[in-house]
C-alpha cells in the first residue's frame, strides 16, 4: 500500500459529546486546550488535512461562540447533537451524513487528538477489501485474570488480543445500516462490533502509540514536555597541570600540561554534556556520573556525552546544533577544529557542519590567562522528536 498516493474521499464523524468528567474542571475535556488548541480541534484539523469532505462534529450543549471558533477557517463541518449513549451519539453523527451518502467514513472519539496521517490513510485504503478497519496496537505487557478476594485466578493469552484505538473506518452505507439495526438492549463497546454483528468483515490495521486516549487531568499536564524546542548551557573548568594528558572534545593533544580531575578532564566535553542534561531537566555531570564512583576514574567523557544523547531522545529530543567555546591561553585550537568537530559528529551522531567548536583566550588575565587552568562553555538546542502529525 502506498500512503502517498491520494486517498479516496471519504467522510467524518468526531465524537465530543462526551462530559469528560474524569479530567475534572467546569470545561468538557473536548474544549479544554491541549498544546495550543482545544481537544476536539486537533481531531478536525488532522482529518481536514487527510481530506476528510464533510467533517460532522456530534457534540452536548456548546454556545455560539465556542461552536464558531472551533470551527473557524473550516467550510465543511456540520454539527448533530449528542445522544445518552456514545452509540447513540455515533448513529445521530451518521445520519447527518445520510444527505452527502459518503461511501467511506471515519468514525474518531475527540479524546484522542494526536492523529497521525499514516493512520487516517491505512483505514482509509484498507476499506477497498473490507467493510470496516480498526487501528490496533498489540498488548505488550502480560495478562492476569483478577479472582474473587483480589487474586490471580488465571493467567490470558496476550498473542491473540489487541488494544482497539479510533477513529474507525467504515463503508458508511454498512456501518449506517448495522446501527439501524442494533437492537439497542446492549450498549457496544465500539463500532467495530456494531458492525461486526452483521457479519461484516473489519481488517486490522496498525494503530500508533500517539493515538492514545486522554483521560486525566494529568494527561493535559503532560504538555510541557513535549514544547517543540528547548535549550541548554553547560560551563565547566579543570586544572591545568604537568604529567596529564590533554583531551578535549575527546582529541588527544600534545602539550605540556594536560587537564587534572577524575575522569579523562575533557572540560570541552563535560560542557556540551552538562547544557544538553540541563536542556531536558535531568540534573548535572555529577548527577550521573559522581567523582566518589571509582568506575569513573580515568573513564573516557565521550561516554557522559553519549549518556546525556540518550536521555535527550528517551525525553522525546533531539539534539539540533552544539556551539562551544574553549577559553585558554595555550595551546591553540584552530588546527584541531576539524578532528574535535568530527569526534563531536560521531558521538552525538550529529552532522559536522551543526557543530561549532570556537576559541578564546582572555588576554593573558584570570586563570585561563595564567595557564592555570582551561573553561568551556557549550550552548545546546534541542526539537521534539514528534513528527508533522
Ligand atoms: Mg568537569
Not at 180 to 209: F, H, I, K, N, Y
Not at 311 to 329: M, V
Not at 332 to 358: D, F, N, Q, Y
Request: proline share 5%; glycine share 10%.
Amino acid at each position: 500500500m502506498n500512503e502517498a498516493s491520494p486517498l479516496p474521499p471519504f467522510s467524518a464523524v468526531i465524537v465530543a459529546a462526551g462530559k469528560g468528567l474524569r479530567v475534572g474542571g467546569d470545561t468538557p475535556k473536548q474544549l479544554r486546550e491541549y498544546r495550543g488548541k482545544t481537544l476536539t480541534r486537533h481531531s478536525l484539523d488532522a482529518l481536514a488535512a487527510a481530506g476528510a469532505d464533510p467533517i460532522v462534529i456530534v457534540h452536548g450543549k456548546i454556545d455560539e461562540d465556542a461552536a464558531k471558533q472551533l470551527t473557524a477557517g473550516l467550510d465543511n463541518v456540520l454539527w448533530a447533537a449528542g445522544g445518552a449513549t456514545r452509540q447513540a451519539s455515533v448513529r445521530s453523527g451518521l445520519e447527518a451524513l445520510a444527505f452527502a451518502s459518503p461511501d467511506r467514513v471515519l468514525i474518531h472519539d475527540a479524546a484522542r487528538p494526536d492523529l497521525p496521517q499514516s493512520v487516517i490513510a491505512r483505514l482509509v485504503n484498507a476499506l477497498d477489501e473490507h467493510c470496516g478497519a480498526i487501528p490496533t496496537l498489540p498488548v505488550v505487557d502480560s495478562l492476569a485474570v483478577a479472582g474473587d478476594a483480589g487474586t490471580m485466578a488465571g493467567k490470558a493469552d496476550r498473542d491473540s488480543l489487541r488494544r482497539v484505538q479510533t477513529p474507525q473506518a467504515f463503508r458508511y452505507k454498512a456501518i449506517l445500516e448495522a446501527h439501524r439495526s442494533w437492537s439497542g438492549a446492549l450498549d457496544a463497546g465500539d463500532d467495530a462490533q456494531v458492525l461486526s454483528a452483521t457479519g461484516g468483515s473489519v481488517a486490522l490495521v496498525d494503530g500508533d502509540e500517539r493515538l492514545k486516549k486522554i483521560t486525566f487531568a494529568e494527561d493535559f499536564m503532560d504538555q510541557p514536555r513535549a514544547a517543540p524546542y528547548r535549550v541548554g548551557q553547560g560551563y565547566d573548568v579543570h586544572r591545568l597541570v604537568e604529567g596529564e594528558e590533554l583531551w578535549l572534545c575527546g582529541v588527544k593533544l600534545d602539550h605540556t600540561h594536560g587537564l587534572a580531575g577524575h575522569s579523562d578532564a575533557d572540560v570541552a566535553l563535560h560542557a556540551i554534556t552538562d547544557a544538553i542534561l540541563g536542556a531536558v531537566g535531568e540534573g548535572d555531570i555529577g548527577t550521573h556520573f559522581p567523582p566518589s564512583d571509582p568506575r569513573w576514574a580515568g573513564a573516557r567523557s565521550g561516554q557522559f556525552l553519549e549518556h546525556a544523547v540518550n536521555l535527550a531522545k528517551q525525553a522525546g529530543y533531539q539534539i539540533g546544533n552544539i556551539d562551544l567555546t574553549i577559553i585558554c591561553e595555550a595551546p591553540r585550537i584552530g588546527p584541531h577544529r576539524p578532528k574535535m568537530r568530527s569526534e563531536l559528529a560521531k558521538l552525538t551522531s550529529l552532522h559536522p557542519s551543526a557543530i561549532s567548536v570556537k576559541a578564546t583566550t582572555t588576554e593573558r588575565l584570570g586563570f585561563t590567562g595564567r595557564g592555570e587552568g582551561i573553561a568551556a562553555q557549550a550552548l545546546v538546542s534541542l526539537s521534539s522528536l514528534e513528527t508533522a502529525l
